[in-house]
């Protein structure tokens, strides 16, 4: 069951809506609202068959759905010809190829 172009775009509003509600969240100290909010995104998207956008995308940590900022959430190292990143939260290690 694929979603109709209006419901689309409403998916992606939301989706929207809900990252920067997570962020205030993040300022605030509630992990988590955090964690519920990208949760609720990335189903949204799923549902609707939605791509997250990459900006969105790589701040997500996939096993504990927390919002990765440099400092706050994930350490961030840079180890020969990658970035890694690490959850505080639950310890998952994200590698991205530096091109």
């Known amino acids: ?3 109709s172009e ?6 992606i509003q939301r989706i929207s809506r809900l ?3 997570a962020h ?7 992990i988590a609202l955090v964690r519920r909010y ?5 189903r949204i998207a799923q549902r609707c068959r939605i791509k997250l956008p990459k900006r ?5 940590c996939k096993r504990c759905y927390t919002l990765l900022i440099p400092g706050k959430t994930c350490s961030v190292r840079v180890r020969g010809s990658y970035i890694i990143k690490r959850c505080l939260l639950c310890g998952n290690v994200i590698r991205t190829r530096i091109k």
Do not use: N, P, W
């Open 1 to 3: 069951m694929s979603c």
């Open 6 to 11: 209006d419901i689309r775009d409403l998916a």
């Open 19 to 21: 990252f920067s509600l």
């Open 24 to 30: 205030e969240m993040l300022r605030r100290g509630d």
């Open 38 to 42: 990208v949760y609720l995104a990335t």
């Open 56 to 60: 969105y995308r790589v701040l997500i």
